[in-house]
C-alpha cells in the first residue's frame, strides 16, 4: 500500500479531532443539536487552520443518521459514503480552476434536485475568492434564497477580495491560528500514534515553523522524520532539514552587533550560508528573537509571555541589559523591511550585509531612530568618561583660596553673573552632614546613567537638572524647564526613580522635585561639616533644611 501523508492520514472526521477553532465547533455542533442550521457559511482564515475540514466534518453531521451531540457518528451509510467522497449530497468545488459564469450555471441547474439519500445537499466551494465578477453575480440570486434541503459553505483565505453583497448572504465564522502550544501537543499525540521518536524540543521548533497551520506542521514533520527515518528526531536535526539557525548563533550575531563589529557579523552570515541555511528563514528568525527581546525589556511579566525554557530566558535576560528599547525598535525595523526585500530579491546574501553594515553604523542612516541610538551611545561614553576625582577638586578649591574639599558640582568656577566683568568668580559653599554629603555624591556622579535607565518621555525630561540636599534621607532635584518639572515632578516619575535607586545602591532616599529661580545660579559647592572644621579650625553651627 502506498504512504499516506500525515496531514491526510490524521485529518479529523468529527468535531472532537479539530484542535484549536473551538468557538467554531461548539457554534455548528449547537446549530446542529438545536435544528438552526444555515443555508451559507463562509469560512475565512489562513492556510491549514481547518476551513474545509470542519466544513466536510458539518457535511456529514447534518445528514447523519445517528449524530451525536451535533457530530456525526462515522458508523452509518451516509457517513461512510461522504468520507469516501462516493456521495452525490456534498459536492466539492476549487473555485480556483473552477472560476467561470458556467461552473456556478451548473450548480443552479443541480440544486433543483433534492439529495438521493440524506437531507442536505453541501456545496463546498473552495477558495472562493478566485471566482470571477460574473461567476459571483449568478451565485448571488442563489446563495440567497436556495432550497431549504442545500447549504453552502464558502472557504476562503482572503476574505477582503469577497463582494459585499456575497458577505451579507452568510455566516461569517474567522478560523484563528493555532497556537504553538496546540500544534505542539497535536505533533506529540500523532509521533506516539506513529511510534516516532522525537524531542520535545524538535517538535516545538516544527510548530513555531508552522506559523499557526497545523497542515504545514504536519508536512513539516512528515519531511524531518523522512530524512532522519528510524533514528531520535532531535532538534538538530530539524534545524538542518529546515535550513533553519540555532538561537545561540543569534546571540552571538546581536553581541557583535552591539560591538560594531561589522567584519564579525558578515562573517557569521557567511557561517550560516556555508552551512546552507536558508537565508529567508534566517531573518524571520532574527526578527522574532528580537522581539522576544523587546518584549523582555518592555514589559513587567515578559517572562511569562514568552514560550522558552529556563536556559534560553537566562541568555535572553544577559542580552537584554545590553540593549535599549529603541534600538531593539531600529534593529526590528531594519530587518522587516528586509524581510520584505527578500521575497523578490536574487542576491539575498548582498541585501543582509548591507542591513548589518547598517545595524553596526547608524551613521550611514539619517532617519530619526539612528540618530536616537547614535546620541545614546554619545551619552554611554560620557557617562563611561573618568568622573572628577576629590583630589583634584580639592586642587581647584585650593586655587580658589579655600582648603575645603568639595563635592562633585557643576559650573564650580564661571565668570561672576550680572555685569559681565571677567573676574573669577568663587562660588557659595555649603557644609552639610557627612553622611548627606555621601548620598549627594553617589547619585550625582551616576545622575546620567540612572536617566537613561529610565527611558521612554522622561529622559529628554531630565536634561539640565541638578541635584542638591534636602536633609537627611532626602535630595531635591531642580528642573530648569517648566515644561520639564510639569513631567518630572509628578509623583509616579519620582516614585519610579526612588524605587530604582533603592534597587541599584541600596539606599532608601526621599526625591522631592522644584523649579529653577530666575537667574539663580546652580553652583554651590556642598562640603562636610568635618571638613569645614578643619578648613576654619573652629566648631561651626550646622543648620538642619
Request: with cysteine; proline share 3%; aromatic share 6%.
Amino acid at each position: 500500500m502506498s504512504y499516506t501523508a500525515l496531514y491526510r492520514k490524521w485529518r479529523p472526521s468529527e468535531f472532537d479531532d479539530v484542535k484549536g477553532q473551538d468557538h467554531i465547533v461548539q457554534t455548528l455542533q449547537n446549530q446542529i443539536m438545536g435544528q438552526r442550521i444555515g443555508h451559507a457559511y463562509l469560512f475565512c482564515g489562513t492556510r491549514g487552520t481547518g476551513k474545509t475540514t470542519i466544513a466536510k466534518i458539518f457535511a456529514k453531521a447534518v445528514n447523519c443518521e445517528h449524530p451525536v451531540e451535533g457530530s456525526p457518528c462515522g458508523e452509518c451509510d451516509t457517513c461512510k459514503n461522504i468520507a469516501a467522497g462516493r456521495s452525490m449530497n456534498v459536492v466539492e468545488i476549487d473555485a480556483a480552476s473552477n472560476n467561470g459564469v458556467e461552473n456556478i450555471r451548473e450548480i443552479r441547474e443541480q440544486v433543483q434536485y433534492p439529495p438521493a439519500e440524506g437531507k442536505y445537499r453541501v456545496y463546498i466551494i473552495d477558495e472562493v475568492h478566485m471566482l470571477s465578477t460574473g461567476a459571483f453575480n449568478a451565485l448571488l440570486k442563489t446563495l440567497e434564497e436556495p432550497p431549504s434541503y442545500v447549504i453552502f459553505i464558502l472557504a476562503t483565505t482572503e476574505v477582503h477580495k469577497i463582494p459585499i453583497t456575497v458577505l451579507s448572504r452568510c455566516q461569517r465564522y474567522d478560523f484563528k491560528r493555532i497556537t504553538i502550544e496546540t500544534i505542539a501537543a497535536r505533533l506529540r499525540e500523532l509521533a506516539d500514534a506513529e511510534q516516532i521518536p522525537v524531542e520535545e524540543k524538535a517538535l516545538t521548533y516544527i510548530a513555531k515553523a508552522a506559523d499557526g497551520s497545523m497542515r504545514d506542521a504536519l508536512s513539516l514533520l512528515d519531511q524531518c522524520v523522512a530524512f532522519h527515518f528510524g533514528s531520535l528526531l532531535t532538534y538538530d536535526n530539524v534545524l538542518e532539514v529546515l535550513g533553519a539557525v540555532d538561537s545561540s548563533v543569534f546571540s552571538e550575531l546581536l553581541r557583535k552587533i552591539l560591538e560594531k563589529d561589522t567584519a564579525g557579523c558578515i562573517r557569521k552570515l557567511e557561517d550560516m550560508v556555508i552551512q546552507g541555511r536558508e537565508l529567508g528563514q534566517f531573518v524571520t528568525d532574527f526578527i522574532w528573537y528580537l522581539r522576544n527581546l523587546l518584549v523582555l525589556k518592555s514589559t513587567d511579566d515578559g517572562e511569562a509571555m514568552l514560550e522558552m525554557s529556563e536556559d534560553n530566558l537566562r541568555l535572553l535576560r544577559e542580552e537584554a541589559e545590553l540593549v535599549d528599547g529603541e534600538t531593539l525598535m531600529r534593529f526590528i525595523r531594519i530587518f522587516s523591511d528586509l524581510s520584505n526585500q527578500l521575497r523578490y530579491a536574487s542576491q539575498k546574501r548582498v541585501l543582509i550585509e548591507i542591513a548589518l553594515i547598517k545595524l553596526t553604523k547608524p551613521q550611514m542612516e539619517g532617519n530619526l531612530d539612528s540618530i536616537l541610538q547614535r546620541l545614546s551611545e554619545l551619552e554611554t561614553r560620557m557617562d563611561e568618561a573618568p568622573a572628577v576625582s576629590s583630589e583634584m577638586m580639592q586642587q581647584m578649591a585650593a586655587q580658589m583660596g579655600t582648603g575645603f574639599s568639595a563635592g562633585v558640582s557643576a559650573g564650580a568656577v564661571q565668570s561672576a553673573p550680572g555685569n559681565g566683568v571677567s573676574e573669577e568668580y568663587i562660588p557659595p559653599k555649603v557644609a552639610i552632614p557627612k553622611a548627606q554629603l555621601e548620598d549627594l555624591n553617589l547619585i550625582r556622579q551616576d545622575w546620567g546613567r540612572i536617566i537613561r535607565e529610565q527611558g521612554g518621555a522622561i529622559r529628554p525630561s531630565f536634561r539640565d537638572t541638578v541635584l542638591e540636599p534636602s536633609g537627611e534621607g532626602c535630595l531635591c532635584i531642580v528642573f530648569s524647564s517648566p515644561e520639564n518639572y510639569a513631567i518630572g515632578s509628578r509623583p509616579t516619575v519620582l516614585g519610579d526613580l526612588e524605587k530604582y535607586i533603592e534597587e541599584q545602591y541600596g539606599k532608601e532616599l526621599y526625591l522631592k522635585a522644584r523649579l529653577r529661580n530666575a537667574g539663580e545660579i546652580l553652583n554651590t559647592i556642598y562640603v562636610s561639616d568635618e571638613e569645614a572644621r578643619e578648613a576654619i579650625h573652629m566648631e561651626i553651627e550646622i543648620e538642619d533644611e
